[in-house]
């Protein structure tokens, strides 16, 4: 069956950084565009960044600029989201989202990220 399983969250000091991870499985992981959204409390989930299928076109959240990199190796059926210079305000659950040719999409259960000092 379909997995998206995301890994890397955890609690880090402002200004630091982390990467977080999707694993995928149960499906053709090549042909899908993969993105990481965000949801912080009370707040409705936001696209944080996206990846073309082959990982040639890249798109982010202008809050996320310059300071995340989303990347994706297919021969391994992951993903990357690489955040530095963290704020306390990009704290919230992120989730991987794999969105196919005929727009079936998949999400992962989240990872918890806390930038706090």
């Known amino acids: 069956q379909v997995q998206l399983v995301e890994s890397g969250g955890g609690l880090v000091q402002p200004g630091g950084s982390l990467r977080l991870s999707c694993a995928a499985s149960?499906?053709?992981?090549?042909?899908?565009?993969m993105s990481w959204y965000r949801q912080a409390p009370g707040k409705e989930r936001e696209l944080v960044a996206g990846?073309?299928?082959?990982?040639?076109?890249?798109n982010y959240a202008e809050s996320v600029k310059g300071r995340f990199t989303i990347s994706r190796d297919n021969a391994k059926n992951t993903v990357h989201l690489q955040m530095n210079s963290l704020k306390p305000e990009d704290t919230a659950t992120y989730f991987c989202?794999?969105?196919?040719?005929?727009?079936?999409?998949?999400w992962g259960q989240g990872t918890q990220v806390t930038v706090s000092s």
């Open positions: 990846i073309s299928s082959a990982g040639g076109t890249t």
């Open positions: 149960g499906f053709t992981f090549s042909v899908y565009a």
């Open positions: 989202r794999a969105r196919g040719p005929l727009y079936e999409t998949y």
